[in-house]
């Protein structure tokens, strides 16, 4: 009936065996079904005509056959996003992550490689019913909605048992709950445009995800995600001159060497004052550079015209060391965004196709705690903002001036916010 | 790991102190009365009043061109805390941070004094990260900073970084609980040391001032809650320095000198001013300055808990020995500088300032203290109602 890029799926409670519940679903923004067992063939039969009902085909990302993923690159081991549930109980003090900040369970990286990965194919994620499912809060389910709209990527709605149950009775708590849900699908929608803006990011992460090279790769994109360090990714064998514009720096992930082409345009970005991180192998192809006065604990560093290559002394066997290395070797000069009161929030970045906006939406992976007193700041010039808040209309936001930067006061929010930026000066 | 100071030595700037044992000495009277004055300037913001203020500042102590000339300067600034975090929508240099206009400005006249090399040290939050790149996570450009003057560098001391060694500081008389400290080597390798502080109220001390200012010069690599346990642990310049210095649940790296054990060791409030009145003794400040222009009350930072409040009290101060100007510091926040445990603002802890006069390192009695620059009646911003 739709093509799966336009479904909107709910994963139907296993617990709702009478077709009539299926009037929830009625005139919402839910278009697809995903049933669990054969023995729903009830629903199967009254949904039929009014909802797609399609098999998915869950796997885990690192299983998924990127080349011929199916109707969706439906990844089934995706983390249920939050503040990491193990943090936060013990001892009642948060538990660091390798930042020093609370550690977040969170899906942006895997989305941004899946979309990467997959081409024009949907990118679908679910997780396993969390531990802890029948705490779950309002709060829990919008951010799950976010994650995966601000990304690019669809998550079915997913109902824990007991909430589940309270709608099927008529729970009026449930069914607010529920109604809330609707709702906020039904603004996610409404902004899919949003999803077809590239990324924003000046580090661009080169690899095949091939091999042995898969797991550095995906945990560099984990760690860098959790810096905040926004990123583009591309495939050695497919470089282009445009999938450099705009990049201040590139880590080449993978031991290979490589490809010649690929090679040929790094050496021509390095001369033009760019900076290429690699391990040893690769360096290899990269042709004649000279050696630099700066030094550095983990890299030698080289000059090649205007720019700098960090070839790697060793292997990269902590990619949360390596995310920061490429972060401070390109400098944060280059974040073009900073938040501040932030410790709970990841924010992803795009550009409109026109170059002339900027959208940054913040996710607040906290559950238990709004987002306040957030300040995003900025060097770039700003024509105006304005904040976008589920179920509420687009406001302006002012637009504080300090020495050399802007600042946006965000206002407190539950678990999502965009913030649209128009440019003074573009690409 | 470590090697004795051979820079400016604390003998050298309190001679009378040193020959005698710590219980024997009487509050105050060692102090070195050149040392002991003060200037305080009124300045309205970062703009272009400033950089003249603290000339003048300067000036009326004596000018900057005796102390610095040709000289190595190391200047230690306040950032204490995550440069993420924020006094509500409050930059951090607006309420916790020594102010970067303030940074540059001082830079920028003991460049003109003639100094021949100047370092900016910090040991950054939990971090072993380039103090430049700190300071752009904080939104700041280090480089209006390294451009003030010729030859400025910027270092975060959390780890021993480009040297060879850590340099060891001893605490005269042993010190009330630290007999010495290992600290990064650029505080022995400067010929003056320039603590650059914000005028604050502090959780633990009452007060966080030019003295209070030198906690953060405590490598995190043997002081840190990741510390080697024998030895420095390079890799550890993480987390803060809550295990070790404030609660006294372990000991720093065995390779430096031990706190003492004994009554009151595990008590944080009665540790810390203990802590900064032995640094302020074992690593002497040869210049004293503080940012009140821009500041916060309530606390040292966003952290705390309680009546935390961004203030503009206006304020400059400046001056020749820690205790001294943070004396008057004190005076004009509105408490007494001689106050003891139970008076604002050492209501549960212990005077810091009259504990490093007991070591012999300056007097924070106001009548031995003489005031150049805006009277203290016309100073005091008082910080609490």
Known sequence: MLPPSGWVPFEWPATW?????????????????????????AIREAASGRFDIPQIAWRKSSELNWKSPGQVAAIGDAVWPELARRSRESNGSMEAGPTGAPWLDANGWLILMARFR???????????????????QLANYRLAIAEAGAYGATRPLWLAPTLASGIASGNDFALATWAKLLNELRWHQARREYSAWPGFGRLLILTAFSGA?????????????????????????????????GIQSVLYVDAEPLPQPAAAALRRFVEAGGLLLCMKQPAGTLGALR??????????LFQAGKGRVAISRGAWDDQWVLAQDAHLLMSRRHDAVRLFNGSSLLFHHSVSPDGRRWLVQLLNYSAHDSASNVTLQTWARLASARILLPE???????????????????????????????????A | MRKPCTGITRRSLFPAAAALPLSSLPPFADAPGQGARVSIARCPDYGAALTPALRAMFDQLGGLGGLVRNKTVAIKVNLTGSPDSRLGNTPA????????????????????????????????????DPLEEFMLQVGWDPLHILNAAANVEMINTNIRGRFKQYARFNTPHGGHLFPGFDINASYEECDVLVSLAKLKEHGTCGVTLSMKNMFGATPLTIYGDNAGKDEPDEKGARGGRGIIMHAGRRQPSRSAPQPKQ?????????????????????????????????????????????????????????????VSTDAVATACMGFDPLARRGTPPFETRDNCLLLAAELGAGTPDLKRIEVAGLSMPDAVFPFRD
């Open chain 2, 262 to 322: 004994g009554a009151g060791a595990e008590n944080d409030r009665w540790r810390m001013p203990r802590i900064v009145a032995d640094l302020t003794a074992a690593r002497p400040i040869h210049l004293s300055i503080v940012d009140g222009i821009f500041t916060m009350s309530g606390g040292e930072g966003p952290w705390n808990y309680g009546r935390l409040k961004a203030i503009r009290p206006g304020l400059l101060l400046a001056g020749l020995n820690p």
């Open chain 1, 213 to 245: 090279n898969e797991y550095n790769a995906t945990e560099v994109l984990n760690l860098s995600a959790r810096r905040n360090l926004s990123f583009r990714l591309a495939d050695p064998g497919d470089l282009p001159p445009a999938q450099l514009q």
């Open chain 1, 17 to 41: 065996t009478n077709p009539s519940l299926l009037r929830h679903l009625e005139g919402g923004p839910l278009n697809c079904i995903l049933l669990s067992s054969n023995e729903q063939s």
């Open chain 2, 93 to 128: 240099e607006y309420a916790q941070y020594t102010h970067p206009a303030v940074i540059g400005a001082t830079v920028r006249l003991i460049g003109e004094a003639g100094a021949r090399r100047i370092r900016v040290l910090e040991g950054a939050f939990s971090t072993d």
């Open chain 1, 118 to 136: 997959a081409g024009s194919v949907p990118v679908w994620i679910r997780s396993e019913s969390p531990e802890n499912a029948d705490q779950l």
């Open chain 1, 392 to 426: 509420l209309a687009p406001a302006p936001l002012e637009i504080h001036r300090e020495t050399g930067a802007s600042e946006l006061y965000i206002p407190r929010f539950s678990t999502y916010a965009a913030v649209e930026l128009e440019l003074q000066d573009h």
């Open chain 1, 291 to 300: 050696p630099s006065a700066e030094l550095h604990p983990r890299f030698d």
